[in-house]
């Protein structure tokens, strides 16, 4: 609940003061700047703008935003996360909250333009992100707003601020978020924040338009933000004046927003989820959720996720086996069926121990976050001989591995990679490369300007996975890899059944844009 205009420690877990400023009594309005939680449920930070709100009796005006001058903007991120603006367009007015989605068509529209929504707002609002460029706006907010700024953290199942240090492993992760799970649960936020709500938080049109004109701000029309979202070769038409990366096209097949991950999400759990045990390693029929790139933009919660799951299996807490919660055992607490304990596993232990090593380590892209024994057993093989490839050549797929090359132009035509492979193409890009340091540059530049999940705190876990962080030493001790887990083509061609995937994702395969929706 608001907690007074003078307050800046706030008892609230997924709430944090970034700045020492006060709330502007004086303000017109409560400003909430999306930059990743980007929906309507489930939203913390939005629940949390709409109680000041009403708290302090102003209107609420939600921006979403999409910079293009960060390092890898494309056609492919713009299009993606256009698309969830249309659907966010429709949510929020049928809500009656004023929303504005917000794109910077040159590299400049946007230069100081939440500094000056700030001199006139109460408070403003921006989500809780620990990487990439939603961390820096946070940032930057908080230095160059003259009002109070509050980060609200919708992540995931657990507060990162209910941890005091960054997990090593996931069966330290996985230890406290057992420990933590029922307080958790209480931080929630609602499906629908505007439910209770009776008064009308919808600011007024005519300042609306006082307010653009005033502070000359660029907002672009919802024709070309139509366009956009219509991708192929009307989007493409439509972001070409854009300095964006232009080579990364849209994908047909993989539609942003809300509606579209709600469907996913629909599908997965009614029809894949029981087999999602045996079947999430099956490439040719992966029984996976698919879901990261819509939870990495915000269009869906991972609450709402693991929420449809608790209501499928009728689970409340009682179900869950006291004895053996707080032992970091993977599965066999919760109350469910196995496959549903897996799953769980994987969306809030993995995924949400990357938020939590990402909020506490600033260097968690970079090689300097690899425990020290895989620091020193990467070194001691520096001098090994090494089959070597170009940059340009792991990027285009062309090496001789068939198995890694049919990974990489999945990944290159649908921004999207198979779990299982995604560990092995880590891998060989390590054994490819003149150096560890090298390995990690490379597979980070290819995830993160092709993977529509990409620069995430669960894809950098991902990829620094490859090089020992949050593993173990194993052996026997090999070329290269010294005492980080290997893992090769070979076996992964007697593990998997691949025949039908290195046909789909094979040189001469249609593209995506080529295979009727």
Request: hydrophobic share 35%.
């Amino acid at each position: 609940m608001y907690t007074g205009p003078d307050v800046i420690d706030i008892d609230l877990p997924r709430v944090r003061a970034v700045n020492k400023h006060n709330l502007n009594q004086q303000g017109d309005y409560v400003l909430y700047w999306m930059t990743s939680a980007r929906r309507y449920h489930y939203n913390a930070a939005l629940e949390r703008a709409i109680d000041l709100a009403k708290g302090l009796s102003k209107p609420l005006l939600v921006i979403e935003c999409i910079s293009i001058r960060h390092q890898f903007s494309s056609e492919r991120i713009l299009t993606f996360v256009v698309q969830g603006m249309v659907d966010n367009n429709i949510i929020f007015r049928e809500n009656k909250l004023t929303y504005m989605p917000w794109i910077e068509n040159h590299k400049e529209s946007g230069d100081g333009m939440l500094r000056k929504l700030s001199e006139r707002a109460a408070v403003v609002i921006v989500d809780d992100y620990p990487t990439y460029v939603p961390r820096w706006v946070m940032e930057r907010a908080g230095k160059s707003c003259k009002v109070r700024v509050e980060a609200v953290d919708s992540n995931g199942i657990i507060p990162m601020r209910f941890a005091d240090k960054a997990h090593t492993t996931a069966y330290s992760f996985r230890k406290h978020m057992q420990r933590n799970l029922l307080d958790a649960l209480t931080t929630i936020p609602s499906e629908d924040p505007m439910k209770e709500i009776d008064e009308n938080l919808e600011m007024n049109n005519e300042y609306l338009s006082k307010l653009i004109s005033d502070l000359d701000l660029e907002f672009p029309p919802l024709e070309w933000i139509w366009r956009v979202a219509e991708g192929g070769i009307i989007g493409k038409k439509a972001m070409e004046p854009l300095e964006i990366d232009h080579q990364v096209e849209s994908v047909s097949i993989m539609r942003g927003g809300f509606y579209e991950a709600l469907s996913r999400m629909e599908k997965f759990i009614g029809n894949k989820l029981d087999r999602y045990t045996e079947g999430r390693n099956d490439p040719d029929n992966p029984a996976v959720s698919g879901l990261s790139p819509w939870l990495h933009f915000g269009h869906i919660s991972s609450f709402r996720i693991v929420k449809s799951i608790f209501d499928k299996e009728n689970w409340n807490y009682d179900n869950t086996c006291f004895e053996d919660m707080g032992k970091g055992s993977r599965t066999g607490w919760w109350g469910l069926s196995e496959s549903s304990e897996n799953f769980l596993d994987q969306i809030i232990t993995w995924r949400e121990l990357g938020f939590n090593f990402a909020h506490f380590r600033r260097d968690h892209n970079t090689l300097d976050s690899i425990p020290n024994w895989a620091k020193k057993t990467l070194n001691e093989h520096l001098g090994d001989e090494r089959t070597r490839y170009s940059f340009d050549e792991i990027e285009s797929a062309n090496t001789q591995d068939e198995v890694w090359n049919a990974a990489q132009r999945q990944l290159l035509r649908t921004g999207h990679m198979h779990n299982y492979l995604r560990m092995l193409w880590g891998k060989r890009i390590l054994e490819w490369s003149p150096n560890p340091e090298t390995a990690a540059d490379w597979m980070i530049r290819i995830n993160d300007r092709w993977a529509l999940d990409g620069r995430d705190p669960n894809s950098y876990t991902g990829i620094f996975w490859v090089l020992g962080r949050h593993d173990r030493a194993w052996g026997p001790e090999r070329p290269i890899f010294g005492k980080v887990r290997y893992m090769s083509s070979a076996n992964t061609k007697k593990k998997l059944k691949l025949d039908n995937y290195l046909i789909r994702w094979a040189e001469d395969s249609p593209h995506p844009r080529q295979i009727p929706r």
